[in-house]
């Protein structure tokens, strides 16, 4: 239990077209990320697929059941929200009991799925809190909590992470994860951060301006970017695009090399460049070198290395993992 | 530290400000209060003396008891605005919500019409309203006067309340929503308690010009049995002579039930459970 499957799904405000025929079909169990740059109508997909906002046309079905007319609390969903949205006069055990009180769930049994839940998220000494007596980290468990005891179909992520700091946000993130391995349940995840959708998703989608660029694991989406937006979306620092014309390629329009498919030599190689600029995160090493026959470049190196600004030095990419694009910006495989 | 001292006297400069407001204020209130317990004579000669033991005198507050059923206007006062408050709080905070959270062909349309009561003063209309109540039989009614000042409040309560109610958070509602909460439910207990403190300042608002008006109550309902205290203080008030002593204890009595009813909504406007909804 806990399929979904968006058929043709279009949404438009007055003249503008958020999304421009979305077709996916999520499988039992998939924890499934939605991912692009802001505006482009990922987080009104998942309202959508809520209930709390209405397709313009399309077709939106849970566990084979269209589910266009059935309001948002009887779809068999539960949803995060990036603001936590806890109700504040209600403390922590009854935020996560109202919607199984609304239901009209029996007394022993809320009981029973809010000490299961908070037990899973260890907040048992928190229930008699009020919202405002917890911290961020805290309030957030209290809102995926609030979704667990509702044993949901489908679990609805709105950007969970996006109001906690950093040491915080890796904590919640494996959190998640664990428990998605635990409950099994299906997850759709909003995030605009594309370390979240790498780590947590079996299946990540892509959106830009309204439209699924491209659907796959992350080790595909990573490997085998379907045009330049993924190439350039996924991966991070970003993919170097070289005019494929510089490089004497006559077959793409766009060559894509990875930072981290560059290697770095101080005597000979492909492209000679000047150092910029070099970022030392310990583990990595990043250099932007300036080309005169190819433009700006960005390597990865891992592990520290000494280059200075001002060094000349040569690049070489790995042959065998650059990518071709062609004049619309596709991948040629 | 230069930045310490400048904010030091501009916090100065800034309760110097207001003191002086709040004695401009005050003052109008404090005349009344000191001369409604001094006898007639004194009043005139001294009327910015303090009461001392020679003109100390409760002439005035017993002429008030003791003439006219005081008791009885208080309550109609009392009815009046405490009910209209009600009224305008409900359906003023509904319409807001309206406005505010659906969006529907002419939503903004809908909300200058409902603002535009705020420029038109409602008292342009008393000839048509007093023939709408002749025609309904509702003229020396309190119903009239409630009617009334429910409609003169709800323009100013949809325009403020709509303008808090866009700043609850949509999360909030919408989990609401998927908690199985209706509508009703989710305007009552989750919107409602956030927007308190607008609430309280639309009650304020709405409830002096309520408590003070003279002229609703002389035309719609100028009968012994509906009298307000506003206008049962005219009792005094004559064309060659004015009872003055009865008066001003009339109007100091009539500051103690609003300023009752203002301390209770006062105490909502600094109430902070709603801190840590949302982030």
């Not at chain 1, 421009?20 to 939605?34: A, Q, R």
């Not at chain 2, 909300?111 to 003229?139: D, E, H, K, W």
Request: aromatic share 8%; with cysteine.
């Amino acid at each position: 239990m806990g399929s979904l499957q968006l058929k043709s799904v279009r949404k438009s405000f007055g003249p503008v077209d958020v999304l421009k025929g979305i077709d996916l079909d999520v499988k039992d169990g998939e924890f499934v990320i939605f991912v692009g740059p802001s505006g482009c109508g990922k987080s009104t997909l998942l309202r959508i697929i809520a209930g709390l906002e209405d397709a313009t046309s399309g077709s939106i079905t849970i566990d084979d059941e269209e589910v266009a007319a059935v309001p948002p609390a009887k779809r068999g969903i539960a949803m995060v929200f990036q603001s936590y949205a806890l109700y504040p006069h209600l403390n922590v055990k009854d935020n996560m009991g109202l919607g199984l009180k609304q239901a009209g769930t029996p007394k022993d049994e809320i009981e029973r799925r809010v000490a299961k839940a908070s037990s899973m998220l260890s907040l048992e000494q928190y229930l008699a809190r009020r919202p405002a007596e917890l911290s961020g980290g805290q309030r957030q468990r209290v809102a995926i909590g609030r979704a667990i005891v509702r044993e949901p179909k489908l679990f609805l992520f709105d950007e969970p992470l996006s109001n906690l700091d950093a040491a915080l946000r890796v904590n919640t993130r494996l959190e998640i994860a664990r428990l998605h391995r635990e409950l099994k349940a299906t997850m759709i995840y909003v995030t605009h951060d594309q370390v979240e959708a790498m780590t947590l998703a079996d299946k990540i989608v892509v959106l830009d301006a309204g439209v699924i660029q491209q659907v796959g694991s992350p080790m595909e989406l990573y490997n085998r970017p379907a045009n330049l937006f993924v190439a350039g979306f996924i991966g991070s620092p970003g993919m170097n695009f070289v005019d494929a014309g510089r490089m004497g390629v006559t077959d793409a329009k766009t060559i894509g090399v990875r930072p981290e498919h560059i290697a770095l030599s101080r005597e000979a190689g492909t492209w000679q460049g000047k150092v910029v600029h070099v970022e030392h995160l310990g583990a990595d090493t990043i250099v932007y070198l300036e080309s005169e026959a190819i433009g700006t470049l960005t390597v990865r190196l891992f592990g520290e290395h000494h280059y200075a600004v001002g060094d000349v030095v040569f690049a070489t990419p790995s042959a065998d993992q650059t990518h071709r694009f062609d004049t619309a910006g596709q991948a040629i495989r | 530290m230069s930045k310490a001292r400048a904010s030091l006297s501009r916090t100065t400069l800034v309760h110097l400000a207001l003191i002086g407001y709040t004695l401009i204020a005050v003052f109008p209130v404090f005349l009344t209060l000191i001369n409604s317990m001094k006898s007639r004579n004194a009043i005139f000669r001294n009327p910015m003396q303090l009461p001392t033991a020679e003109t100390f005198d409760l002439v005035g507050y017993t002429t008030v008891l003791g003439q006219g059923d005081f008791a009885s206007y208080f309550q109609n006062s009392f009815i009046v605005t405490v009910v209209a408050i009600a009224l305008v709080l409900l359906f003023g905070a509904m319409a807001a919500f309206a406005l505010s959270e659906y969006r529907f062909r002419g939503n903004t349309l809908m909300g200058l019409y409902l603002a535009l009561g705020i420029m038109i003063p409602i008292r342009l209309g008393t000839v048509a309203i007093l023939q709408g109540m002749v025609a309904t039989g509702l003229v020396n009614t309190l119903t009239a006067l409630i009617l009334v000042y429910t409609a003169q409040g709800i323009p100013l309560a949809v325009f403020i309340l709509s303008e808090f109610m866009r700043t609850v958070s949509d999360d909030l509602k919408n989990a609401g929503r998927i908690d199985g909460l209706s509508e009703y439910a989710i305007f009552f207990r989750l919107v409602l308690p956030l927007v308190r403190p607008a609430m309280a300042t639309v009650a304020v608002f709405t409830m002096i010009p309520i408590w003070n008006d003279l002229w609703f109550p002389l035309i719609l309902a100028p009968s012994e049995a509906t009298k307000t205290v506003t206008l049962g203080s005219q009792l005094f008030i004559g064309q060659f002579v004015t009872n003055w002593n009865a008066v001003l204890a009339a109007l100091s009595l009539a500051i103690l039930p609003v300023l009752v009813l203002y301390l209770v909504f006062s105490r909502q406007l600094i109430r902070g459970i709603t801190s840590g909804a949302v982030k």
